[in-house]
């Protein structure tokens, strides 16, 4: 018995220190010192047949043994640990003269973006459905079911986009087709507005664009009045401008409505007294509005014995100009980042 502990102990030995990694190391210990299949243990079932005297010899060379290959084993285990520790620490060492990573950077809504959501909120508290519609219009919705026939010189006035080899296609010149289109799609009574993109074959300058936004907004139901529009008009300036804000109403002619007006509310800037964003007048001019024209009416299939409508439509762009203090619209559509970030 004293032999073959001492050959398990020369083996033991030889095969810790042939270990070559933690596992491998494991997979050893296992081996030998095993509660039920390892070596020694089963090695050591062996002492109940012995004599009492041989017993006691061999189980304290038993022990020493024990005691000998966990020490041997433990000292292997913390070598690797240490080796682990020591290249952990070379992979994960910061070398503080090495620059900064840059910083990332997260994008953000585009200005005409954030007053657009501000108003889609505004009018959705109100009942308004929000509507979106398509950029690439007819001439029908564009144009003649809006009261404005061919030969109508509103037509000029809107420098359009034709499609080529599409004469009755255009790019839309504004938010309006939608009027129609809803009132053909859901009848009356009807509350929407309608937020999009629009286009017109512009001389650019720090006032003009090709590519602007608009927002269009159609009230139709029966008993509406012009104190309506006003009514909505007052809201929504008072919102964008603050509760001292007023508004005034000039006559103005749109093909589609009538009567028709010139929205105008005090400047902000200089709250009426006069400056130079309001060309010392006291008054912006932020948008037009009116009665549905009956001829709108009957093309939306709507009775306008019956139902009467107000109809007003704002430029978001210009909105987002005087709200941001931007002097040149170009540089809303130009994608300069170094504008855009400021926002």
């Known amino acids: 018995m004293e032999h073959k502990l001492e050959e398990l102990k020369k083996d033991a030995l030889q095969a810790v220190k042939a270990a070559k990694d933690k596992l491998h190391l494991e997979e050893v210990a296992n081996k030998l010192l095993?509660?039920?299949?390892?070596?020694?243990?089963?090695?050591?079932?062996?002492?109940?047949?012995?004599?009492?005297?041989?017993?006691?010899?061999?189980?304290?060379?038993?022990?020493?043994?024990?005691?000998?290959?966990?020490?041997?084993?433990?000292?292997?285990?913390?070598?690797?640990?240490?080796?682990?520790?020591?290249?952990?620490?070379?992979?994960?060492?910061i070398d503080i003269s090495v620059p900064a990573l840059p910083k990332?950077?997260?994008?953000?809504?585009?200005?005409?973006?954030?007053?657009?959501?501000?108003?889609?909120?505004?009018?959705?508290?109100?009942?308004?459905?929000?509507?979106?519609?398509?950029?690439?219009?007819?001439?029908?919705?564009?144009?003649?079911?809006?009261?404005?026939?061919?030969?109508?010189?509103?037509?000029?006035?809107q420098d359009t986009f034709y499609i080529k080899g599409h004469a009755n296609w255009v790019m839309r010149t504004h938010?309006?087709?939608?009027?129609?289109?809803?009132m053909q799609k859901y009848g009356a009574p009807l509350r929407v507005v309608v937020l999009g993109k629009c286009f017109r074959n512009e001389a650019t300058d720090v006032r003009h664009e090709h590519t602007f936004y608009q927002m269009e907004g159609l009230v139709v139901d029966e008993n509406i009045t012009f104190s309506h529009l006003k009514g909505v008009l007052e809201i929504v300036a008072k919102h964008l401008y603050g509760d001292d804000t007023q508004v005034r109403l000039r006559p103005k002619f749109y093909p589609f409505v009538e009567p028709g007006v010139n929205?105008?509310?005090?400047?902000?800037?200089?709250?009426?007294?006069?400056?130079?964003?309001?060309?010392?007048?006291?008054?912006?001019?932020?948008?037009?509005?009116?009665?549905?024209?009956?001829?709108?009416?009957?093309?939306?299939?709507?009775?306008?014995?019956?139902?009467?409508?107000?109809?007003?439509?704002?430029?978001?762009?210009?909105?987002?100009?005087?709200?941001?203090?931007?002097?040149?619209?170009?540089?809303?559509?130009?994608?300069?980042?170094?504008?855009?970030?400021?926002f």
């Open 34 to 93: 095993g509660r039920k299949q390892g070596e020694l243990t089963i090695l050591l079932k062996g002492l109940k047949d012995l004599s009492d005297e041989m017993r006691k010899s061999a189980g304290q060379l038993a022990n020493e043994v024990k005691q000998t290959i966990e020490e041997a084993i433990n000292v292997k285990r913390n070598t690797f640990e240490a080796e682990e520790m020591k290249t952990r620490l070379v992979e994960e060492k």
């Open 104 to 157: 990332k950077t997260r994008g953000h809504l585009h200005p005409n973006t954030i007053v657009q959501r501000d108003l889609e909120d505004l009018f959705s508290s109100m009942g308004f459905t929000v509507l979106d519609g398509p950029e690439l219009e007819s001439d029908y919705y564009n144009f003649t079911a809006l009261n404005i026939p061919e030969t109508h010189p509103a037509r000029d006035m």
């Open 263 to 342: 929205g105008e509310v005090t400047c902000f800037t200089c709250q009426g007294k006069g400056c130079r964003l309001c060309k010392n007048s006291g008054w912006l001019e932020i948008f037009g509005a009116g009665l549905v024209h009956p001829n709108v009416l009957k093309e939306g299939g709507i009775d306008p014995e019956k139902y009467q409508g107000f109809a007003f439509g704002f430029g978001l762009t210009r909105l987002a100009m005087l709200q941001y203090g931007i002097d040149d619209i170009r540089l809303l559509e130009s994608g300069n980042l170094s504008f855009l970030e400021q």
């Open 175 to 182: 938010t309006s087709p939608m009027q129609v289109r809803a």
